[in-house]
Nanobody, 124 residues
Framework: QVQLVESGGGLVQAGDSLRLSCAAS????????MGWFRQAPGKERDFVAA????????TYADSVKGRVTISRDNAKNTVYLQINSLQPEDTAVYYC?????????????????WGQGTQVTVSS
């Protein structure tokens, strides 16, 4: 069992930046591809970004490409999501996810472990 704990969310203004963190409980963190999803009120949970086990491969949703960077530090068992130029439509609960490959972790039905989420609210 892998426990994932997100942090770094909060209330920000449009145009600000945030870095979300997700800490994993186990040393086996490096065995998992990692991803970030987000869920706005009344909407489905959507893929945001994913990263391979080594960190060499990343992939992003078209809606955030160019504003978001996913990275990981396997020595710290942590994955990060840097979000720049935040807009009100980025308001959502952001979830960290662990899966088998960077490709399968893009699919929310193929996630092995979820974090509890961290709220990001962007005011205009």
């Amino acid at each position: 069992q892998v426990q994932l704990v997100e942090s770094g969310g909060g209330l920000v203004q449009a145009g600000d930046s945030l870095r979300l963190s997700c800490a994993a409980s186990q040393r086996t963190f490096s065995m998992y591809a990692m991803g970030w999803f987000r869920q706005a009120p009344g909407k489905e949970r959507d893929f945001v970004a994913a990263i391979s086990q080594s960190g060499t491969i990343t992939t992003y949703a078209d809606s955030v490409k160019g504003r978001v960077t996913i990275s990981r530090d396997n020595a710290k068992n942590t994955v990060y999501l840097q979000i720049n130029s935040l807009q009100p439509e980025d308001t959502a609960v952001y979830y960290c996810a662990a899966g088998t490959t960077y490709y399968t972790v893009k699919n929310k039905s193929r996630i092995d472990y979820w974090g509890q989420g961290t709220q990001v609210t962007v005011s205009s």
